[in-house]
T-cell receptor
Framework: AQSVTQPDIHITVSEGASLELRCNYSYGATPYLFWYVQSPGQGLQLLLKYFSGDTLVQGIKGFEAEFKRSQSSFNLRKPSVHWSDAAEYFCAVVPNFGNEKLTFGTGTRLTIIP | GAVVSQHPSWVICKSGTSVKIECRSLDFQATTMFWYRQFPKQSLMLMATSNEGSKATYEQGVEKDKFLINHASLTLSTLTVTSAHPEDSSFYIC????????????FGPGTRLTVL
């Protein structure tokens, strides 16, 4: 079955430390891949997206993600987190062009400690 | 940027009543809007796809008579939860797409519905 998996429900990191959030997908072909962040009281904000081309994608707020076809993964990274990065992060996919429906992973809650 | 608003941000209602949630694209015209439902500490589940001027397309398992969607203009879609019951309590989120840019959805801040 087609699915998006975020193995980590909750991650805690210290401010200034590096971050990696995992995302795996199970689709027949490479889907379009997205990372969104959800903060309380705010709508989901798109951090970055991958459709094709360079497998290392740069996004907003200093985030980047790397697409690895061999591992069916699209992990989100940030070299140094800030307290304002505390939020819920969702990986999402669109199966292919023309199919607009987003399927979300279960999300990873990020807590930042001083 | 593309801004999407929702109103109200939260609502409490009695069981059996109906509640309408508005979703507006403030600075662009949205031919397609989506409605999602999010349970606490869970992911977003697509409920329906709303196209301006046509009937909404509901996902499997979503009761179309319970969740009425109207997309009367290019900037407004509404979700009406009819005869609400406590199990309808949830966080409802809408998103909108720009015409010709179907690769990205812009999300509203969500509406918290509590049915007593």
């Amino acid at each position: 079955a087609q699915s998006v998996t975020q193995p980590d429900i909750h991650i805690t990191v210290s401010e200034g430390a590096s971050l990696e959030l995992r995302c795996n997908y199970s689709y027949g072909a490479t889907p379009y891949l997205f990372w969104y962040v959800q903060s309380p009281g705010q709508g989901l904000q798109l951090l970055l997206k991958y459709f094709s081309g360079d497998t290392l994608v740069q996004g907003i707020k200093g985030f980047e993600a790397e697409f690895k076809r061999s591992q069916s993964s699209f992990n989100l990274r940030k070299p140094s987190v800030h307290w304002s990065d505390a939020a819920e992060y969702f990986c999402a996919v669109v199966p292919n062009f023309g199919n607009e429906k987003l399927t979300f992973g279960t999300g990873t809650r990020l807590t930042i400690i001083p | 940027g593309a801004v999407v608003s929702q109103h109200p941000s939260w609502v409490i209602c009695k069981s059996g009543t109906s509640v309408k949630i508005e979703c507006r694209s403030l600075d662009f015209q949205a031919t397609t809007m989506f409605w999602y439902r999010q349970f606490p500490k869970q992911s977003l589940m697509l409920m329906a796809t709303s196209n301006e001027g046509s009937k909404a397309t509901y996902e499997q398992g979503v009761e179309k008579d319970k969740f009425l969607i109207n997309h009367a203009s290019l900037t407004l879609s509404t979700l009406t939860v009819t005869s609400a019951h406590p199990e309808d309590s949830s966080f409802y989120i809408c998103s909108a797409q720009r015409p010709g840019a179907t690769d990205t959805q812009y999300f509203g801040p969500g509406t918290r519905l509590t049915v007593l």
